[in-house]
C-alpha cells in the first residue's frame, strides 16, 4: 500500500514538472486550435501566427500569468490521470490476463497467471486505465481549456471570467449542470486512448528499427531517439481528436450537437488540414514530456533487473519475457 502511495506522490511530483515546463505551449495550442473556428481560411483573423510568435505576444501582453492560465488546472488534471492510471492499470491487466490467458497457459498457478507480463495486454490495461482517467478528470479539463482561452488582449473563443478551478468547476455547474461539466468526454477518452496506445508500441518498434537498420546500441542516444520518434507518432494520433476536444470544451452546448458535428463542420469550412492546427505547439510539449518518460523508464527497469539479478538472485531468462 506504502508504495502504491510512494509512486503516486512521485510520479505525480514529476508529472506536474514536466506540465509547468511545458504549459505555456499548451496555452498556445489552445488558442491556435480556436482560432478562426468555422471561419473559411481567408476570412480568419490570425492573431497568433505560431509557436514562438504565440509565446511571445501573449508573454508581452499578459505576462507569465497569461502563459500560466490554468496551471492549477493542469496539475489536478495531472494527479486525477496518474491516480487512474496507478489504481486501474493493475485490477485491468489481472483481470484481462485471467480472461484471455487461460487456455494458453493453463499450466500456471492462479498466482503465475496473476503476475504474467504479456506486452499486447499491458498496453491495453494502460490505455483503458487511461480512458478511465481522462473521462474522471475531463471537467477539470475544460475549465483549463476556458481559462487558457481567456484573454483581455487578444481574445479567441468563449470568454469566461473563471477565478480559479474551483470557481470554474461552480459556475458551470450552475448554469450548465452535470452535463455541462461533462461536455467534451468523449473526445476527451479518444484523444487519451489514442495516445496511450500508440506510445509503447512505437517506442519498441523504433527501438528494434534503429537497432537493426543502423546497427545503434541499447543506451542513451537509442533511448531518445527512439522516443522522440514515439512523440512525434503520439502526436500525430491525438492531435486531430484534441482539437476537436478543444472547440467542444469552448462551447456552451450551442454550436455542436456532438463531437462527430465539431469534426464534420471543421473540416468542411476549414479544409482538413484544419485538424492539425496549433500541432506544433502540440508537438513542444508532448516531445519533451514523451522523451522524459520514456528515457526514466528505462533507467528504472534497469535498475530493477539490476537489483532482481544481484540482490534476489533470479537470472534474466527464469522470468519469461
Ligand atoms: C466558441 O463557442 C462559442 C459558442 O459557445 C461560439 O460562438 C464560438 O464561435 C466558438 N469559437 C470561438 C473561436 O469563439
Known amino acids: 500500500m506504502s508504495t ?3 509512486s503516486f506522490i512521485a510520479g ?12 505555456s505551449f499548451e496555452t498556445v495550442k489552445i488558442r491556435l486550435q480556436l482560432q478562426g473556428e468555422l471561419q473559411a481560411k481567408k476570412d480568419a483573423p490570425k492573431m497568433y501566427r505560431g509557436v514562438l510568435h504565440g509565446v511571445n505576444v501573449i508573454y508581452k501582453n499578459e505576462g507569465m500569468k497569461g502563459l500560466l492560465r490554468g496551471l492549477s488546472c493542469a496539475y489536478i488534471y495531472q494527479m486525477t490521470l496518474n491516480g487512474c492510471r496507478l489504481g486501474f492499470y493493475d485490477p485491468i491487466r489481472r483481470s484481462l490476463n485471467s480472461l484471455l490467458l487461460e487456455h494458453d497457459i ?47 488582449f487578444l481574445p479567441v473563443g ?22 455541462g461539466l461533462y461536455r467534451g468526454i468523449w473526445p476527451a477518452m479518444i484523444r487519451t486512448g489514442f495516445g496511450s496506445s500508440v506510445q509503447l508500441p512505437t517506442y519498441f518498434l523504433a527501438k528494434r528499427r534503429l537497432q537493426s537498420w543502423f546497427g545503434l546500441e541499447d543506451g542513451a542516444p537509442l533511448h ?31 454550436l455542436y450537437s456532438s463531437a462527430f458535428d465539431c469534426l464534420y463542420r ?38 530493477m533487473r539490476r ?13 519469461g519475457a
Open 224 to 254: 531518445l531517439m527512439s522516443s522522440t520518434a514515439s512523440g512525434f507518432v503520439v502526436c500525430v494520433v491525438m492531435h486531430p481528436p484534441d482539437t476537436v476536444m478543444s472547440r467542444m470544451y469552448n462551447q456552451t452546448g450551442n
Open 4 to 6: 502504491t502511495i510512494g
Open 12 to 23: 505525480g511530483i514529476a508529472a506536474c514538472g514536466a506540465v509547468t515546463v511545458t504549459h
Open 106 to 152: 493453463s499450466h500456471m498457478s492462479s498466482d503465475r497467471i496473476k503476475t504474467y507480463q504479456s506486452l499486447p495486454i499491458n498496453i491495453a490495461s494502460g490505455a483503458s486505465s487511461g480512458i478511465l482517467g481522462a473521462a474522471a478528470g475531463s471537467p477539470f479539463f475544460l475549465v483549463k481549456t476556458r481559462l487558457q482561452s481567456y484573454s483581455p
Open 307 to 319: 537489483f532482481e539479478e544481484n540482490a534476489l538472485g533470479i537470472p534474466d531468462k527464469l522470468k
Open 158 to 179: 468563449t470568454q469566461h471570467q473563471y477565478r480559479n478551478a474551483w470557481d470554474g468547476l461552480g459556475q458551470i455547474y450552475k448554469s450548465e449542470g452535470v452535463k
Open 266 to 303: 471543421t473540416v468542411k469550412t476549414e479544409g482538413v488540414l484544419a485538424v492539425y492546427k496549433g500541432f506544433f505547439a502540440h508537438l513542444a510539449r508532448i516531445l519533451p514530456h514523451t522523451i522524459l518518460t520514456l528515457s526514466l523508464a528505462e533507467q528504472t527497469n534497469k535498475l
